[in-house]
């Protein structure tokens, strides 16, 4: 019975919330309620879908035990929910909500997953990376670990993401704060009165709202709109690609608003009143900052692209543009409805994205008229008139359109350069019965037509289209194939099919807007006398990018540099045969083509991936673009890429094109070395705090304030960071993944002047050694080292000198450098590398074990101490108040006279120093021999490799002269 017992308080328990009792809750409806939910070690609490639980209570939950969630299960506990320890497995929330009224909700000490919806007065995600599914709220505080994934809104009075590489997918809110960590990528709004967005290679994707302060900080950009109050984007390469509304804004050097700046005082004669320019752009040049009136409510005009004529029997193709300014230098982002007349034609504008601003629509009239007047209603309405442009050669039309009885008809599906693509032309005219519908004019017969081509946009250019008549052979519609569009065009035989339709391949290989006017005039046969033309527009858009050669290595977050002699990175737009597409650039609306990256490596699980930093920008009428102030901020392999959604608005088919470099290598900007010292926690566990140094020492000043030293020969912990220019760790500089990293070299240099390797220079011959008895000479951390960037190694600093035998040499000084070499190019820690380094005193250090004499019949205790060689003499070191040995360590060697060593004892336990000597209570104490055992022992203590140990000779029979007190035992 006792036996069975026992058996059942070791089990693990299972606390199922799904209708059953459960001890020490009761249960109203589908709610518990629990004053407490005191758990074994190894229990389970499982919660089904609908139930609710309340704990009265704060629930602390342990590494073994469970939590397991489902639906819409709710855990309310009034006071703090912690559940950071849970081990993974044991975690199982799939749905529901998990509530720490009044107190703090924890997870994270794990690397944990759960999808719920979090609520509490402050929530904090741990350590490690977490992963949420759900929205989190909190009255106060939300702290959200580095490397985490959060899928859904956040809400709180401050909110801070920590570095590096957070990916949350939902909007951040925030009553008092946002701080979000280097390398994160929210995709989402921000709303807060104060955020910060640290560097470097943070994304937000979504609009930003800061009423008093917003920091972007190095390498980061945010890809929507910012409404602020003072807004900075630091020095470098810090972008917002949208609109930006202010208070006031600093432009940091090679800070970009891609759009429009509006000083929130806007005034017309001044427009940029607000803004401080320190970018290296002018404000009137291409990438400078431009300033002007906040977003319009609705479009300033609306411009139709047509063709000069239509068929009364068919619509009309034209193309709408929603423009934001009276130039349309750009277009309006919003979403607009227009109704074309004649024809009454809906078209919706800015209906999906990406936001174009164009729609292809129609207009028809069935009735033949030389001057038909176009127009548009919409919604919402504009300020400016409508303005028409041919589809021919782009110039300004009058708004009226010829619609006649039969012409010919050209159009073209959106095509690349240089790539084959079918025309179609067709000799229309309206059916005698039904003044609707189109009929033939050229079935099944072979006409010779003049064929033209002109630039609608842009418009102007330098070669022609060449199209493929009957036999097969390509005609230029210009002089020759490398000479420009021609008035007159070119005379074409082309063979009509059955429904009277012409498809002749095209060949431009250019980009652009491309007019077409076909013209037939008969002077002979059954058709003579019989006078037709038609116009089309074909999209032709570039089928690549190309990047010129990029340098390799690159260093993290430094803008990237050419191969020589080039001084700037250029990235063309190609045709479909590798040619440049010279007008690519030239076009009325400048296109947008997007600078990324394409990963190679590394490819371990959840690795860094920041967005590229840069503009990209085609202005110089070649097709050539200059990629400006191109950065990455982490390390590893990659290729630039650049892409473009689609051209001219083309979308039926869209034309995207795409390019990317040659493999790019990339490695930290520089190393940062660090002596791990007391208060921090991630010592290495062979090694042991540096001690902070006395005013005796004389110690460089590091860190803390007064320096701090170790022994020759004793394992201090020493952290190196590889670091990007904007000082933030490279989180890919990781072990997981070591095809691009090498080991890191360590080597001590002299404090002073940074001169000296290995000083002092007399005694020649110190090293590094990994702190163990054997002194293993130490020359590098091995990149497998590297977690997140950072590796702690436990190093020793060895003067020259035999094991065992003190040396005498005066505190020195060094500095700790980290240094590689990757692809011909060196990274250091050295300050002349923009690294920084730890500074360690080094002290000759050695056990005294003191002499001492007594009766042999008491024990004699030594004051033992820990001492360091000044230069002139050696000295207690008030520093150590850590160094300590063992009863077994204790050498009791070379007894004399009638004392035999094999039977004297030390007294047991552990001695450890304060302030450089043992505590009074706890001197060093050998036991005494006892009645007639007198002699000498040579004591001392081996081992301690770091404090050579002298030899003390104690004497036991010889009393100490001085006063005597008697002692007599009452009974």
Aim: aromatic content about 6%; proline content about 6%.
């Amino acid at each position: 019975m006792f036996f069975l017992l026992w058996t059942g308080l070791v089990q693990a328990a299972t606390l199922s919330f799904n209708g059953n009792a459960v001890g020490g809750c009761t249960l109203a409806g589908m709610q518990y309620t629990c004053a407490a939910l005191p758990l074994g070690d190894t229990d389970v609490v499982v919660i089904a879908s609908a139930y609710g639980v309340t704990v009265n209570s704060s629930l602390t939950m342990k590494y073994n035990q469970g939590l397991t969630m489902s639906g819409s299960a709710a855990l309310t506990v009034k006071g703090n929910l912690d559940i950071k320890d849970i081990n993974p497995p044991n975690l199982k929330v799939t749905g529901g909500n998990l509530t720490a009224e009044g107190g703090t909700f924890s997870m994270g000490a794990q690397e944990q997953t759960l999808s719920a919806s979090i609520a509490a007065t402050t929530i904090k995600m741990g350590s490690n990376n977490v992963k949420v599914t759900g929205s989190i709220s909190a009255k106060g505080l939300v702290e959200i670990a580095s490397g985490s994934v959060i899928n859904g809104p956040i809400s709180g009075a401050t909110v801070n993401i920590l570095a590096a590489s957070s990916r949350i997918q939902g909007d951040i809110t925030a009553t008092t704060s946002i701080t979000i960590g280097s390398g994160s990528q929210v995709t989402g709004d921000l709303t807060a009165p104060n955020i910060d967005l640290k560097a470097s290679g943070l994304l937000v994707t979504g609009d930003v709202k800061a009423s008093n302060t917003l920091t972007i900080a190095s390498g980061n950009g945010i890809k929507g709109d910012v409404e602020g109050g003072n807004v900075t984007l630091d020095a470098s390469n810090a972008y917002i690609t949208g609109n930006a509304v202010v208070d006031h804004i600093t432009l940091g050097w090679q800070g970009r608003v891609q759009q429009t700046i509006t000083c929130k005082a806007y005034t017309p004669s001044n427009p940029c009143s607000c803004v401080t320019n320190n970018s290296g752009w002018g404000f009137n040049e291409p990438q400078g900052p431009k300033c002007g009136p906040s977003t319009q409510a609705g479009p300033h005009h609306f411009q139709i692209t047509h063709p000069p004529a239509a068929l009364t029997c068919a619509p009309a193709p034209v193309t709408v543009t929603a423009c934001a300014d009276a130039a349309c230098s750009s277009v309006y982002t919003g979403a607009a409805q227009v109704t074309l007349t004649p024809g009454g034609a809906t078209a919706q504008i800015n209906g999906s994205l990406p936001a174009t601003g164009m729609a292809v629509s129609s207009v028809a009239q069935t009735t033949a008229a030389g001057n038909v007047a176009l127009g548009l209603s919409s919604t919402p309405a504009t300020t400016g008139a409508l303005v028409c442009k041919s589809s021919v050669d782009n110039s300004l039309t009058n708004c009226q359109m010829a619609f006649v009885t039969s012409a010919l008809q050209v159009s073209g599906a959106p095509r690349y350069a240089e790539q084959e693509g079918r025309i179609a032309i067709s000799a229309l005219q309206a059916s005698a019965s039904n003044p609707r519908a189109c009929v033939p004019l050229f079935a099944s017969q072979t006409k010779t037509l003049q064929l033209r081509c002109t630039y609608a946009n842009p418009t102007t250019g330098t070669l022609p289209a060449r199209i493929q008549n009957k036999d097969n052979v390509y005609v230029p519609l210009g002089a020759n194939a490398g000479s420009a569009c021609s008035a007159a065009g070119a005379a074409v035989q082309l063979a009509f099919d059955a429904d009277g339709q012409a498809t002749p391949n095209l060949l431009y290989a250019d980009a652009g807007a491309l007019g077409l006017t076909a013209t037939y005039a008969s002077t002979s046969g059954s058709d003579s006398g019989l006078t037709m033309t038609g116009t089309g527009t074909v999209i032709v858009g570039p089928k690549a990018f190309a990047f010129s050669a990029i340098a390799t290595p690159q260093r993290a977050g430094m803008a990237v540099l050419p191969v020589a002699p080039a001084t700037s990175i250029s990235v063309s737009a190609l045709n479909a045969a590798g040619a440049v597409t010279r007008n690519f650039g030239r076009e009325t609306l400048a296109q947008t083509v997007e600078l990324g990256r394409t990963i190679v490596a590394p490819v371990f699980p959840g690795f860094s991936d920041p967005a590229v930093a840069g503009s990209l920008t085609f202005n110089n009428n070649n097709g050539v673009g200059t990629a400006s102030n191109l950065s990455w901020p982490e390390v590893g392999q990659i290729r630039f890429t650049a892409s473009l959604a689609t051209y001219l608005g083309a979308a039926a088919p869209q034309l995207p094109a795409t390019g990317s470099s040659a493999d790019v290598l990339y490695i930290p900007h520089h190393y940062k070395t660090e002596i791990i010292v007391p208060g921090e926690t991630d010592l290495p566990p062979t090694a042991v705090f540096a001690a902070p140094c006395t005013a005796a020492m004389k110690c460089l000043v590091g860190v803390p304030p007064a320096g701090v030293s170790a022994y020759s020969g004793q394992a201090f912990g020493l952290r190196v960071t590889a670091q990007n220019q904007a000082n933030a760790s490279t989180l890919n500089f990781d072990g997981r993944d070591t095809s691009y990293m090498t080991a890191v070299q360590v080597q001590g240099w002299d404090a002073a002047k940074g001169e000296q390797l290995f000083p002092p220079g007399t005694p020649g011959a110190s090293r590094l050694t990994d702190g163990s008895n054997a002194q293993t000479t130490v020359t590098s951390i091995a990149a497998t080292k590297f977690t997140l960037g950072v590796a702690r190694s436990a190093l020793a600093y060895r003067f020259p000198g035999a094991s065992g035998v003190p040396v005498m040499v005066a505190p020195t000084d060094v500095l700790l450098r980290a240094s590689s070499t990757n692809g011909g190019a060196s990274v250091s820690s050295a300050p002349a590398a923009a690294g920084s380094e730890g500074v360690l005193t080094v002290l000759s250090g050695r056990l005294m074990v003191p002499h001492g004499y007594g009766s042999e019949r008491y024990p004699v205790r030594l004051p033992v101490q820990a001492q360091y060689w000044d230069g002139k003499m050696w000295s207690i070191n008030l520093a150590d108040s850590g160094s300590k040995f063992t009863q077994a360590q204790v050498l009791l060697a070379n007894c004399k006279k009638t004392l035999d060593c094999a039977a004297l004892q030390v007294e047991g336990g552990t001695y450890t120093v304060n302030k450089g000597e043992l505590p009074k209570n706890k001197l060093l104490t050998i036991q005494a021999p006892g009645a007639g055992k007198v002699g000498s022992v040579e004591v001392s203590v081996p081992g301690m490799v770091y404090l050579p140990s002298t030899v003390g000779i104690v004497v036991f029979g010889v009393f100490k002269s001085g006063p005597v007190i008697y002692l007599r035992e009452m009974y």
